[in-house]
C-alpha cells in the first residue's frame, strides 16, 4: 500500500491551499490529493460569469495570473505536491489510517495509507422535493460541467427562455447572466417572500427586486415550483401560484448541502447542518482528520452559534489553517462574519455580521438604522449612489452588522466594516474612524461615521421609518421637504401628503397640524433629519422620517 | 455690544459643521459665525477639480446635494444659525468675553461678545523664501479666488506651460489638472527626492513619478526655484540646478501654515507646528474657546507625537466634537492616523499611519513588506493592479501604517487598514480578516490577508528587497522566473539575469550558483516567493525577492 505523510480529499479552494501552504512549510512531507474530477484548482465562483460569457473560456478559470493552467503538473514543479485526477476517495479507515480510492478512468480501487487526513471534498446541489424529468435542460449550478452545458446550448442560441428557481446569490446571478448577456427572457422564482433571503433583510432586497425588474426579469416571490414535464426540447413549469412557464432551460439554485457522506461514513461528527464539525484549528472529532471549505459547519463569531457558510474566500483561509497545524503552528479560525457581496446588473449589494432578522432570531437586543448616501462628493464627476442598513445592539452599542445597496461602491463599507466587527467595535468607534479621503473617492465624511453619527442621533430622540414599508395610506401626514424638481422627477405615492422645501419650512410651519404623526421625506434622508429637528423645535411630538429618503424607500416610488 | 452665546470664527469645514450640529443639539443657543469671505462652506477639497474643469461651475463646490446654494439664508432657514459673510474677526478678547470684528464692505468695526468661542480659521499658503513678483500669473492654489484665477486665464487660452511649484497633494493634482484637462505643457519641481514626500516612501513614489511621466509631465526633483522674473506675460523660472523655464502661469503650492495670528495674539498655546493647541475635546488653553479644522495641531494616534495635518474630512469631524462638548457630551477626537488618497491621471495612491520612514524617524521598530496584487481575480473583466507596502513592527507584530498605489481599487485598502491601526490591530488579525468576496469585487483572498501571510513568513526565514532600488548592476544573479511572453512584453534591466519560469525552476535547478546572491524576480511577488522557496528547499542560503515583483519595481523596467 503507498502512504503518504498528508491526504488530502478534494483539490478546489481549501484542498490546494492546504497542500500548496503545507509543501511551503514543511518541503520533507509527501503530500497527495485526490480529485475526483478532471479539473484541480479551478474557480468555482466565476462559472457564473464563464455561463454568462464576461469570462471567455473555462481555461481562464483554472489558469494562473501568468496563463498556466494549475494542473497536475503545475502543483508538482511549482507547488510541490502530487495531485491525483479522476480519482475518488470512496472510504475512510480511521483504524488503519487509509483511504480507498477508485480510480475512474479505470474502475480500479485501491488503498492508500496517510498520516493525517484532509477532508475538503466541498458542497452538493440541494434537492428540490419534486421529480426531475433527466435532462441537460434542467440542471443545478454548481459544477463546470453545469456551466459548459449551458454555455454550449446558449451559444447555439436554443436557449430563448430560462427559469431559474430559487433567488439566492446563484440564482441572482445567472438571473443576470441569462438576461444581460445572453438576452435570455428569464424568469425567477423564490420560495420567500423576498430575494437573497438570508443574507438581506426584506427591505434592503426590495431595491434588488427594483434592479431586477428594471432589467426585465420577471419573478414570483412566495413562490415554489411544483411539476417540471418535458415537452421535445421544452420544460413546462408549473409553479404553486398556478402560473405554467414553458422554458428552454430550468437553473436550479436551490441552495447546497456539505458533501459529508464520506466523513459521516466514517463515524466523524457533523453538526446541524449536516456540515463536518470542528475546532478552531479545522481539527474533526479524530484529531488526525481535518476538514475544511464547503464540507464544515462554521461557528458564527457574534452569535457563537454553528452556521454554514459555503464560500471560496473561507475555504481559502480554511486550507491555510490547516498546514499551519499541521506544520506545528498555532493560527486559529476565528469563525465567520457572514460577509458576501453580489452584482445584479448595475447594482451592488452586500452584508457582513447580523441583519435585524438574524438577530432578532438569535435572540439579541438589535436596533437598526437606515441612510443613503454617495460614494463621491456630488459635485464629483460619477458619484453614485448607495444606500446601508446598519444593525447595532442599543444597549451597549455594539455593532451587530451592516447591509448595502447601490450603484454606487458598496464593497468598501462592507469590508470596513467587517473589519470593525471583527474588532469587536461600537458605535462609538465609528465616529473615529479616519478614511481615505479625497474628492474622487469619498464625501468629507464617510457613510459609515455618518451612520455612527445617526445611531447616536436615537438617543436624542430622532425617530426613523422603515424605508421598506408601504406609505401609500395610513394614519399620517407625509411631508415631503425635497425641491419642486426634485418631486416631480420623482414622485412618491402617499395619501396625505404636504410638500414643504426644506428651506421653507421654518417660514411654513404652521400648515403642518401638530395633533397628527408627520413622516417625513427626502432624497437621502439628511433633509428629513433636519427638518425632524425643526418640527421638534416648534414643539411637535409625532415625528418621524423615512430613513434614506427615496433613494432607498423605492417601494413606493411611482 | 450684541452678544451671542456661541460665535464661530470661520465658516469652511469644521466652523459650519460646529454650528449646524450645535443649533440641532441645543435649538435655544444663540450662535453666530463671521466668515471673512463671501463665500460660506464651499468644498476646499473640490478646488482642483472646478480648476480642471471636472466640476463645471464653482457654484457645485457650495450646493447642497439638492441645488440649494449653502449661503447666509440657508444656515439661517435650514441649520438654525446666523452666518455674517465678508466680516473678519481682527481680535479675540477673552477677558471681555469679545471679539472686534470688522466689516470687510463698510471698514467699520464693532464688538461681539460669546460665552463660547469657536477659532476655525483655517490655513495661510506657505510663502517661499524668495521674491514673489506680483501678478495673477504666480498664485497659490489654497482659495476660491485662486481656483477662479487660473479657470479664467486657462478658459481665454492664455495659458501655454505651467509651473507648479511643490510635489505635494495640491501640487500633484495641479499638475494633473493641468496637463490633462486643459492640455497645458506642465512642469513641476520638487525641493525633495521624490513626490508626495511627506505621504509616501521614496520607493511607493516612484510608480507616482512613472505615471506623471507617462502624461507627459516633466519634473524636477532635489530642486528649488532661485527667482522668478516678470517678462510680459510671461514668467521666467530659475531652478538651483541651474535650469531656466518660462512659462504661462506658475502655481505655488508648497503646502499651508495654520492661520493661527488670532489666536496666538490672544495668547493661546500654540503647538510646535504653529497649529493651535488642543485637549480631545477641542478646548484651546482658554477652556471656553474651542479650535478645529486646518488651524490647530493634531496628535498621532500611534507616535503619540503632535503633527499638523489640515484635511476637510478631520475638519468636519473636529466640528461635531466641539458642538457635542459645548451641547454637554463627552465625545473625544482620538487623534489622527493620517490616512490620505490621491488621483494621479489613472493611478490611485494613498496611506494610512505611518510609513517607514515616518516610523524610523518616530524611533519605533518598524519592518515592511510588500506585495501587488489585482483589484479583481485576473479572468474577471477590468482586473486592475493594485501595490501595497505595509509597515508594522515585528517585535510585537503590531501594524503601523500602509501605502498603496496602483490603477486598481486602493482607496477599499486604505480604509480597512486605518480602521485596523483604529483598533491597535496586528498581523494576526489581519489573517482573521473577512473581506466581501465576489469575483466583480475581489480575490477569494484579500490582500490585506496576503500581507499579513507575508509578514509572517519573514518569520518563516523568507526575504524581500526593496522594489524602489535599482536592480540595473550588483553582485547577485537576477533569476526572473515569468513565463517567456512576459519577460519580452516588459523587460526588466539587470546585469546577470538568467530566466527559469518557476514551473521549470526544480528541472533546471543545477544551472544556479549556489555560492552566489541570488534575487528573484516575478509579475507580482508570489511566483518569486515560491521560488524562494524552491531553491531554500534545494539549499540555497543566500536567496531573497524582489517584493512587488515588475508591478512595483518600475525603476529598472526599460
Same sequence: chains 1, 2.
Avoid at 433 to 449: C, N, Q, V
Wanted: with cysteine; proline share 4%; glycine share 8%.
Amino acid at each position: 500500500m503507498e502512504k503518504s505523510d498528508i491526504v488530502i480529499i478534494g483539490g478546489v479552494a481549501c484542498g490546494c491551499k492546504a497542500a500548496a501552504t503545507l509543501a511551503r512549510r514543511n518541503p520533507n512531507l509527501r503530500i497527495t490529493l485526490f480529485q475526483k474530477e478532471d479539473d484541480l484548482s479551478y474557480a468555482t465562483c466565476g462559472l457564473p460569469y464563464f455561463a454568462s460569457g464576461d469570462v471567455d473560456s473555462f481555461r481562464a478559470l483554472t489558469e494562473t495570473s501568468y496563463n498556466v493552467v494549475r494542473d497536475v503538473e503545475y502543483f508538482r514543479k511549482s507547488k510541490g505536491f502530487n495531485a491525483v485526477t479522476e480519482s475518488e476517495v470512496i472510504e475512510i479507515n480511521r483504524i488503519e489510517k487509509k483511504v480507498k480510492v477508485k480510480d475512474l478512468k479505470t474502475g480500479d480501487s485501491y488503498d492508500h495509507g496517510y498520516d493525517k487526513l484532509v477532508i475538503s471534498t466541498g458542497a452538493t446541489p440541494m434537492k428540490l422535493p419534486i421529480d426531475i424529468p433527466k435532462t441537460d435542460r434542467i440542471m443545478p449550478f454548481t459544477r463546470p460541467e453545469d456551466a459548459r452545458n449551458f454555455r454550449k446550448l446558449a451559444q447555439t442560441g436554443e436557449i430563448g427562455s430560462a427559469l431559474v428557481v430559487g433567488g439566492g446569490f446563484i440564482g441572482c446571478e445567472m438571473a443576470e447572466a441569462t438576461a444581460s448577456l445572453w438576452g435570455i427572457e428569464t424568469t425567477l422564482v423564490e420560495m420567500e417572500n423576498q430575494l437573497l433571503p438570508y443574507a438581506l433583510d426584506e427591505d434592503m432586497a426590495i431595491p434588488v427586486a427594483k434592479e431586477m425588474e428594471a432589467n426585465d426579469i420577471k419573478f414570483h416571490l412566495n413562490t415554489a415550483v411544483t411539476e417540471f414535464e418535458l415537452d421535445d426540447d421544452k420544460v413546462k413549469v408549473k409553479l404553486s401560484n398556478d402560473e405554467q412557464l414553458q422554458v428552454d432551460y430550468v437553473f436550479l439554485c436551490v441552495g447546497v448541502n456539505p458533501a459529508s457522506h464520506l466523513a459521516e461514513a466514517a463515524g466523524l461528527e457533523l453538526g446541524e447542518s449536516g456540515g463536518i464539525k470542528v475546532n478552531e484549528y479545522m481539527q474533526t472529532s479524530d484529531p488526525d482528520i481535518y476538514a475544511g471549505g464547503d464540507v464544515v459547519e462554521s461557528i458564527h463569531q457574534i452569535t457563537g452559534k454553528p452556521i454554514y457558510l459555503p464560500l471560496g474566500s473561507i475555504a481559502n483561509r480554511h486550507g491555510r489553517i490547516i498546514a499551519d497545524h499541521i506544520a506545528g503552528g498555532d493560527e486559529k479560525f476565528p469563525g465567520v462574519l457572514g460577509a458576501f457581496m453580489i452584482k445584479v446588473f448595475d447594482l451592488n449589494a452586500g452584508s457582513v455580521g447580523l441583519n435585524q432578522r438574524a438577530a432578532d432570531e438569535a435572540g439579541i437586543n438589535a436596533n437598526s438604522v437606515w441612510a443613503s448616501f454617495v460614494d463621491k462628493p456630488d459635485y464629483y464627476p460619477e458619484s453614485k449612489p448607495i444606500s446601508l442598513k446598519m444593525v447595532f445592539n442599543p444597549e451597549d452599542r455594539s455593532l451587530l452588522g451592516i447591509q448595502a445597496v447601490g450603484k454606487g461602491d458598496v464593497v468598501r463599507r462592507i469590508d470596513v466594516f467587517s473589519a470593525f466587527l471583527q474588532n469587536k467595535a461600537r458605535i462609538d468607534d465609528l465616529l473615529d474612524f479616519e478614511h481615505g479621503y479625497a474628492p474622487p473617492y469619498a464625501e468629507a465624511l464617510d457613510p459609515l461615521y455618518q451612520l455612527g453619527a445617526i445611531a447616536k442621533s436615537l438617543e436624542h430622540g430622532f425617530e426613523q421609518e422603515n424605508p421598506g414599508n408601504d406609505y401609500s395610506r395610513g394614519d399620517f401626514i407625509l411631508l415631503d421637504v425635497r425641491e419642486p424638481e426634485e418631486v416631480e422627477a420623482l414622485p412618491f405615492k402617499a395619501e396625505n401628503a404636504i410638500h414643504i422645501p426644506l428651506n421653507d419650512l421654518v417660514d411654513n410651519i404652521e400648515k403642518l397640524d401638530k395633533s397628527k404623526k408627520i413622516v417625513i421625506l427626502c432624497h437621502r434622508g439628511m433633509r428629513s433629519y433636519q427638518a425632524s429637528h425643526i418640527l421638534k423645535t416648534a414643539g411637535f411630538e409625532h415625528i418621524s422620517y423615512i430613513a434614506g429618503g427615496t433613494t432607498l424607500a423605492v417601494k413606493s416610488l411611482a
